[in-house]
């Protein structure tokens, strides 16, 4: 991650905001200074070595910053992990986001670990048994239904509950949420490479001479590096099966060496120490944003089934970036899903039988339609398959199923304009399960069609087989955001100025108007305008020695990744001045939160603060929720842009 200044000023506020003044201040010192000692921290910090423990306790336990111990000299430096910092402005986001996809209790423990920072399994367990002994709502079908739970003295309920909970974790651990914390993830990658390099090179105490010998060292070193990566994704690969196995629903099996799959108090034995996987966080993220693009472009049914696609697909991928989850060497491959994967993801209770609408089956070009693109597009292998399935398992011709399941001609049919309804009501069929997939298909084929390219039907097994091409469909709607960008900022004459920029390349200053079709006067105000804000770029290529203006080219370009990298570094610092802004509404409001905080009235304000209070506390919460959800819908952009 690039720190500028702006992302540095608001990982220290962020910080700040949650752990208070002490870490921020040791973590500035970090990313404006670089990697320090203990000592060195506190000469910088001005404050004395007991102060800075604590300090460096609380980053520590919260991942936000890496050590490492040189064993030669026993001295330990700390470095700032700004990544990690950053994240803490998505806790809310990852919250939400498990609640929706795997319930209230899911979400409770993953909120454990983000507070406790990292945290083993035992301990886990203890503190949700006790905060549910304590008075926590009690839920029932994953609805709270207002009573408060006393203390048990049922051995038998509270062993339910206890492995209802492992359970949980065990599942979301199975999914990647949650994962193993290794001591090597709190250390500078740097220093992992530099202890290899160091034990690589005593193979040669005479030092490196030659090509060939430098050649092998590198081999060696990259060998080794990447042996290390392999093993610490084995590891967590193999500790997700096992909990994958405890899992409600799948069977217990031996495991390919023979011996049975870990118990429960196996697991619990080693003390797993459990960190939040923001990595696996952020292709839930991104699914949620996806899939509410495709609501806004095609429709809200086509949305939900878009996000039961990306809900299926998110189930093979543990990173946003497919090059992150590839060895060396390899070419990353997109995972896909059939269409009845996808059917276990969607909901019962959406409607797939609306959102399209109705024309004659003679009016639809079937084999356009129905085509499969086994590659990517823009490869030069891309073929499609005559447009057509070859295997035999379904083929569709002017709209009929020829082989396969047939489709029902008693399907609930809208009215049609200009028909009048019978007087005479029926009540609504059921559609069955084989009704709701193939319906469920369409609005797949239609996601597949689109201009964007949100899906791509690359296979025929089992009704179909589908695939999202990331790297062509985020390109997309970073330019979609761009666009949307310059025409709010410089209105439709500078979105047409870049748009013929982006398709002609860079263009002389007269030649330009003639493209645009708009005055050399305007054109040249509008340049100038969006040249002042970063968002185009122009070259002067003079045409002899003398660089005279008139015997000079000025060439006008438009620089998508330079636009983009501005447009984060400013949402950083707009972000920055939110926060800040809530800090001066604190200090308004500060008589008023001083009696809100207390314990006697905290939890109960309605009832014991005065009314002008009560009315002033209410109107700080609404400025504050109005300045964190701001804060919020400007990382959507940050995240579009550089982690999707």
Known sequence: MLVTKNVAELCVLLIQELYGQLPSRIFDVMLSKGRATLKQLGLHTSMNQRLVRHGLAVLIQQNLIFHHTDPDTNITHYDANPEAAYNLVRVGKILDAVHRGYGEEARGLVHQVIVNGHIDVATLMKHKSGGLMNGEAHQTNGHVNGTVSEPSTNNEDGHDHSQQTFDTIAHLIAIGILEPLNMRMLQPPDDVRVEIERDVMKEYPTGLRGTKQKNDYNAKTAQIFRAYMDESKRLRRELERDYLHLTPGVKRRKLENGHPTPSRDDIIEP???????????????????????????????????????????????????????????????????????????????????????????DAINTAYAEKIQAEPPGDEANQDVDGLATNGDVEMTNGHHLDGPQESDTKVVTSQNGTRDTKVKFAERVPTKTERIHQMRQHLLILAESNMGFVRHCGAKDLGVWTVDFGHLIPKLQLFEIDALIEESFGRQGLRLVKVLRAKGKIDDKTLPTFALMKKSDVYLKMAEMELQGYLEVQEVPRDNNRTASRTLFLWFFDQKRTMARVVNDTYKAMARHLQRLEVERLKKKNVLSVVQRKDVEGMEEEKLRGDIYNEYQQFLDIESKLLGQVGRLDDLVSLFRDF
């Open 271 to 361: 003390e797993t120490i459990l960190h939040v996987n923001y990595q696996k966080c952020m292709v839930e993220l991104r699914n949620r944003r996806l899939s509410h693009y495709a609501e806004d472009m095609i429709g809200p049914i086509t949305g939900q089934v878009y996000a039961a696609m990306l809900a299926a697909l998110s189930k093979k991928l543990q990173h946003c970036h497919l090059n992150a989850e590839s060895s060396e060497g390899d070419i990353p491959q997109a995972p896909s899903v059939s269409t009845l994967e996808i059917y276990e993801y969607l909901r019962p209770s959406v409607d797939v039988f609306s959102g399209i609408g109705k024309c004659d089956p």
